[in-house]
């Protein structure tokens, strides 16, 4: 609870004594700090009552043990009734960005989207929903805060989540728009490499229903990642407008014509061009489908209906998993 609940393993005095340092108990493990600093702490209420609402809320998503089916219940929202503004919600332009939050509430049952972690990692979402009434868990990628590509926080936020769900027989719903991991010195003296691969580890190990749905990007590793068909998702829709490639047309413009860009009389028109061409001929969905990678290239408005069927189909799935104590997670 905000203002009154506190976390840490050594108090301000302690702090002070030892390091010197000077913090208050609201600035060292206040709940915010917990919800945007440290991502100890899933929610944030605002006093005792908000608190046991979302409490109440979060058990109405999970069954209780890991041999029960999760809760089914009417919504009275239909599986074909869909909000056709969905069509135009992702950006033509790939470069501008939009919340992946809005895209959910045009997808799920009475657009009711219980986040975890709201406040920290914002450039990934989690959380549950449901579509006619069975509940799901909910990753994506959010293009409103950088770019939507992954980074530390984000690997271990997503992970963290999907095992989760796994472990309480809970279906994921990925949609995905990333358009890689976040570069720079930071990033990779911090272990995005370990970090990231928890990703890899979550999808690989559940054994739930996987359905993905790619809005706009899917870029190079952080595609395969994203609960792709290469690491084990049931199903893979994909929009008319995305993009599946090692990188974007300029990037990759850049590096394979390197040689005939250095040529051109007008550097600046030809790039432009053959970005154009390599764009045109690969950036698209179709390829990825014809490769078998994506089950169906699918306008949004029929991304609704088509997870309700999907959830249907694969409520009967069963998995094993070769016997052993535990899986070796990249921690």
Known sequence: MKNTSHMFITGPEVIKTVTGEEVTFEELGGAMTHNTTSGVASFASEDEDDCFIQIKTLLSYIPSNNLQEPPRIDTGHAPDDFDESIDDL???DANVPYDMRDVVAKLVDNG???????????????????????????????????????????????????RFCDAFNIPVI???????????????????????????????????????????????????????????????YAWPSSQIAVMGSDGATNIIFRKEIAAAKNKKKKRAELAKDYKDQFANPYIAAGLGYIDKVIFPRETRGLICKGL????????????????????
């Open 174 to 236: 990925t949609l995905m728009d990333v358009p890689g991991y976040l570069p720079g010195t930071a990033q990779e003296w911090g272990g995005i490499i370990r970090h990231g691969a928890k990703i890899l580890y979550a999808y690989a190990e559940a054994t739930v229903p996987l359905i993905t749905i790619i809005t706009r990007k899917g870029y190079g590793g952080a595609y395969d990642v994203m609960s792709s068909k290469h690491i084990g998702a049931d199903l893979v």
């Open 90 to 92: 992702v950006p033509e």
């Open 112 to 162: 009711e989207f219980f986040e975890v972690f709201e406040h920290w990692a914002k450039n990934m979402i989690v959380g549950f929903a449901r579509f006619d009434g069975r509940s799901v868990g909910i990753v994506g990628n959010n293009p409103a805060h950088l770019a939507g590509t992954i980074d530390i926080n984000a690997s271990d936020k997503l992970s963290r989540f999907v």
């Open 312 to 331: 249907d189909l694969l409520a009967s799935k069963r998995q094993s998993r070769p016997p052993k104590k535990h899986g070796n997670i990249p921690l």
